[in-house]
């Protein structure tokens, strides 16, 4: 089994900047892409960004390109999502979620994945 752990969200002015995190823990052999979602109140998760386990394959959900930036430390069995020039609009519960088998890309659909962390809670004030 793999555990997935989420950390950096937090109270922010719009502008500002936030750094998640999101720790794999366990069989982490069996994880290959990883992607960030959020859900805000009232509304469907959505696909944020995701990274493939090569790291060389990345991609990003229109309202974030430009702004958010993903990466990862595969010694470090860790994700990490720079989130910059912050919108109260992205306000949500943050969650990572990891593929257990190699694809060699990744994507945005919550359903192509088998784990999932608890959520870290970004709030951005206007």
């Known amino acids: 089994q793999v555990q997935l752990v989420e950390s950096g969200g937090g109270l922010v002015q719009a502008g500002g900047s936030l750094n998640l995190s999101c720790v794999a823990s366990?069989?982490?052999?069996?994880?290959?892409?990883i992607a960030w979602f959020r859900q805000a109140p009232g509304k469907e998760r959505e696909g944020v960004s995701c990274?493939?386990?090569?790291?060389?394959?990345?991609w990003y959900g229109g309202s974030v390109k430009d702004r958010f930036t993903i990466s990862r430390d595969n010694a470090k069995n860790t994700v990490y999502l720079q989130m910059n020039s912050l919108e109260p609009e992205d306000t949500a519960v943050y969650y990572c979620?990891?593929?257990?088998?190699?694809?060699?890309?990744?994507?945005?659909?919550?359903?192509?994945?088998?784990?999932w962390g608890q959520g870290t809670q970004v709030t951005v004030s206007s």
């Open positions: 990274i493939a386990h090569s790291r060389e394959i990345t």
């Open positions: 366990g069989r982490t052999k069996n994880t290959y892409a």
């Open positions: 979620a990891a593929q257990n088998k190699y694809t060699g890309f990744c994507n945005g659909h919550q359903y192509d994945y088998n784990y």
